[in-house]
Nanobody
Framework: VQLQASGGGLVQAGESVRLSCATSGFTLEDYAIGWFRQVPGKEREGVSCISSRGFSKFYAASVKGRFTISRDNARNTVFLQMNSLEPEDTAVYYC?????????????????????WGKGTQVTVSS
């Protein structure tokens, strides 16, 4: 099982970035995918989550209305479109996967929910 986040970079406040999570080694349509982010010295936090077929989506309050999660199971890829970026969005972003079960991505996403993790991609938003 492999997940690889990409698409990060340095942008200015107000700009947009689309992160991709490329997956392999498992059947993506059977898995929920979460996006998390971490700033040095702080705990990793859940940003967004999408259930295996895309019916349930979760967004943290801090990103709701600005970020959009989507998935293309045929391409084994999950996306996180991040608009209106703010300096507070600066972090390393990780994607993670777990087998779909009832309640996944409904109302929350937690580190402990996820079974597989990829390496992160840095997003830096300058003011």
């Amino acid at each position: 099982v492999q997940l690889q986040a990409s698409g990060g970079g340095l942008v200015q406040a107000g700009e947009s970035v689309r992160l991709s999570c490329a997956t392999s080694g498992f059947t993506l349509e059977d898995y929920a995918i979460g996006w998390f982010r971490q700033v040095p010295g702080k705990e990793r936090e859940g940003v967004s989550c999408i259930s295996s077929r895309g019916f349930s989506k979760f967004y943290a309050a801090s990103v709701k209305g600005r970020f959009t999660i989507s998935r293309d199971n045929a391409r084994n890829t999950v996306f996180l479109q991040m608009n209106s970026l703010e300096p507070e969005d600066t972090a390393v972003y990780y994607c993670a996967a777990t087998e779909q079960r009832i309640g996944m991505c409904v109302g929350t996403v937690a580190i402990g929910d996820m079974r597989y993790w990829g390496k992160g991609t840095q997003v830096t938003v300058s003011s």
